[in-house]
């Protein structure tokens, strides 16, 4: 089911009322209607992948139980290896198999060796990167004695489950989110109104911006062969967008549908493209991973604490590992190199500089790095990334492919209203998670039905979000 669909703008309400006039005078009661209205949710992409979440929630369950009742430490790390050799299992035959084993055939096909296709049909589970993170967390926390597990199975089937993050994040930790599971919830007004306006924020800038830019995104990157320097520069910068107002609108509509059954949620972006350097840029975009893959995978290679060569290599396979956690093709592992080589440089320069970001040349290289990078993980193959950053590098001065002028013309004025909204909330520091509650009851019912109205004029373009193919 998709936030931007007709069966969500149905399926909201009734859990919502529900949740508080039907089944709010026990939280047992609250927490199995939160559940089953997640696997409704999930289950309506496809039923049968059910199973694939049921059996993590299982394994992490009991192994999260077993951890923390052993004082051996060879025991505990034998329950660890078992969650992640579960977790990371599922993972990898659904996502990664392939990739591997195409690669591996096109390896011998390279040295003339004929060997036998060994790719499977199979279908990438929604949210499967997400979720198996997720509960990666809570073993993990378990384990390093950060965190108790809880032994209310309800809760914690309830806290892998919970449908506003689970097809695409924030990546809640346990620790934030399974205590509040765990405590009876209490109707805010406060809360009511943030939540609700952040929801309409994620529509305006998922339906009304993103999909506009998509739309000639698509027609560009389709056809990237037969396009000119120009128009491959448009596309490029009209998807650095795209990408930000797909995947941070999708953010706002479950943080805020989270804060109206009474959670408040981590924020996952805080205006990444007002970063001086791509170091702050990983402070400010999809924050949930950018920190998960920091907690659990760079710390655990050694950080900064062994010398500035293997920090060198840590962050390297950080972000080598975090450009596959992805995609399961090359682009996203260029993808993914190109960041580490640069935080790797940052890092250098920032150990004989007391500051971690440059001066204001700093938020035009950061920008123009980071747009390098979108086409790796924009375009369908590596070959056509290289294409295109060619035809980039040697610009033909080309007037650019415009198409639907009106079409066009409309993206770039929603494109200007979202970036003016963002920057009157960096210039004011404003975060967009309170920001609802701030506003008095006129400028909230007017802007508020002013979104609306846009939305409804939009809805028509609106498309899959962008991140539930990772």
Not at 223 to 249: K, M, V, W
Request: some cysteine.
């Amino acid at each position: 089911m998709l936030f931007n669909s007709i069966e969500f703008l149905l399926f909201f309400p009734i859990v919502f009322l529900l949740y508080w006039f039907v089944f709010n005078k026990r939280l047992k009661y609250q927490n199995i209607l939160l559940l089953l209205a997640s696997y409704i949710f999930y289950g309506w992409w496809d039923w049968r992948f059910l199973s694939l979440i049921l059996f993590s929630s299982f394994v992490d369950y009991f192994t999260g139980l077993k951890i923390h009742s052993s004082e051996n430490k060879k025991v505990r790390k034998r329950w660890l290896i078992l969650s992640l050799f579960s977790n990371l299992g599922l993972l990898g035959v659904f996502k990664y198999y392939n990739f591997f084993a195409s690669s591996f055939y096109d390896l011998m096909l390279g040295f003339g060796w004929q060997v036998d296709d060994l790719t499977l049909h199979i279908i990438l589970p929604v949210g499967i990167s997400f979720y198996t993170f997720q509960t990666l967390s809570y073993t993990i926390d378990i384990y390093r004695k950060e965190f108790k597990p809880t032994k209310d199975i309800i809760s914690f089937f309830t806290y892998i489950s919970f449908f506003p993050q689970l097809v695409a994040g924030p990546i809640e930790r346990a620790s934030n989110l399974l205590p509040q599971m765990e405590v009876k919830r209490v109707f805010k007004q406060k809360w009511f109104n943030e939540g609700a306006f952040q929801i309409l924020i994620g529509l305006f800038r998922k339906i009304v911006i993103a999909d506009n830019l998509g739309a000639y995104v698509d027609t560009i990157y389709n056809n990237s062969e037969i396009h000119n320097s120009s128009s491959l520069i448009i596309a490029t910068i009209f998807y650095a967008f795209q990408i930000y107002y797909d995947f941070a609108g999708y953010s706002d509509i479950a943080i805020g549908s989270a804060k109206l059954l009474g959670f408040k949620f981590n924020q996952n972006f805080n205006l990444p493209y007002f970063s001086k350097s791509i170091t702050e840029f990983w402070r400010r975009w999809h924050m949930s991973l950018s920190f998960w893959l920091r907690d659990y995978l760079y710390i655990s290679l050694g950080g900064n604490r062994k010398g500035i060569i293997i920090t060198y290599r840590n962050l390297m396979i950080t972000m080598l590992l975090g450009g596959l956690w992805h995609g399961s093709s090359w682009n996203f592992v260029v993808w993914g190199a190109i960041h580490g080589v640069v935080l790797s440089c940052e890092k250098f320069i920032f150990s004989y500089k007391k500051t971690s970001t440059f001066g204001f040349i700093g938020y035009i290289t950061t920008f123009l790095i980071v747009l390098l990078s979108w086409v790796f993980f924009r375009a369908k193959d590596l070959n056509t990334s290289i294409l295109i950053i060619k035809k980039i590098i040697h610009f033909d001065f080309l007037m650019p492919f415009i198409g639907d002028a009106n079409n066009v013309t409309i993206s770039i004025v929603m494109l200007m209203i979202g970036i003016f909204f963002d920057f009157f909330l960096y210039k004011n520091k404003y975060n967009l998670e309170d920001l609802g509650s701030t506003f008095g009851e006129f400028k909230f019912v007017s802007l508020s039905t002013l979104i609306i109205v846009l939305l409804i004029l939009f809805y028509s373009t609106s498309n899959n979000f962008i991140y539930f193919q990772f």
